[in-house]
Structure formats: structure tokens, C-alpha cells
């Protein structure tokens, strides 16, 4: 599966931005999605996901109640809605795939095998 993430920009703290992965070559509907971020010098950490099509939603505390996963299976796509930035939210995202994952691993970066190019975020204070 070949995902494109799409979204990022320059916003002020408090701003929102909706990120987009869109996929093809396969079918979001039984993959598990997640975002993860890195900052620079920092190292790769979950953001959420959207497990197997979205039967459940999972979420990194630092992000929890400001951000929302959504997929839209028509579109073959899933989305972040960051609410309330933060000038710590800045980092490129990526979007994951994998088919197999299991829910433990959910938030472990090194188990996904498709990975988006990244999109950067950066919110001013």
C-alpha cells in the first residue's frame, strides 16, 4: 500500500490543521492506521491510530481530547483534526499502515511496514 499524507503547515498555537493519509494500492479497510511524529533531535513518537478500519481509536495522553483520527472508507483516506496546537506539537507526521499488527504494538513505530512521505507541522507560540 502506498500512502500520501497531506495537511501540515504554519498555524498559531491554539489553531487547528486537518492532516490527510490517502492511500492506494490497497484497501484502508482492515489496515491499522497510525500518525507519529518527530521533532527535531527527538525521536519518533505514536500520535494515534485507527485500528483495523476503526473499530477502535487509540491516542498518545499528550494528545488526547485535542486531536481525533477519522477515516473515510469511501475515500480510501484517514484523517487527524488537531484542535488547540501547542508550539510542542511541532514535527513532521507520518502516517503508518500495517495489516497485521497486533494491539499491543499499536503505538510502536518499528511494527508498521507502510509508511507516508511526512507532512511538517509547525505551530508558533
Known amino acids: 500500500v502506498q500512502l500520501q499524507a497531506s495537511g501540515g503547515g504554519l498555524v498559531q498555537a491554539g489553531g487547528s490543521l486537518r492532516l490527510s493519509c490517502a492511500a492506494s494500492?490497497?484497501?484502508?479497510?482492515?489496515?491499522?492506521i497510525a500518525w507519529f511524529r518527530q521533532a527535531p533531535g527527538k525521536e519518533r513518537e505514536f500520535v494515534a491510530a485507527?485500528?483495523?478500519?476503526?473499530?477502535?481509536?487509540y491516542y498518545a495522553d499528550s494528545v488526547k481530547g485535542r486531536f481525533t483520527i477519522s477515516g473515510d472508507n469511501a475515500k480510501n483516506a484517514v484523517y487527524l483534526l488537531m484542535n488547540s496546537l501547542r508550539p510542542e506539537d511541532t514535527a513532521v507526521y507520518y502516517c503508518?499502515?500495517?495489516?497485521?499488527?497486533?494491539?499491543?504494538?499499536?503505538?510502536?513505530?518499528?511494527?508498521?511496514?507502510?509508511w507516508g512521505q511526512g507532512t511538517q507541522v509547525t505551530v508558533s507560540s
Open positions: 503508518a499502515a500495517d495489516s497485521s499488527i497486533i494491539l499491543s504494538n499499536v503505538r510502536v513505530s518499528r511494527f508498521y511496514d507502510y
Open positions: 485507527f485500528w483495523r478500519g476503526g473499530s477502535s481509536t
Open positions: 494500492g490497497r484497501t484502508l479497510r482492515r489496515q491499522t
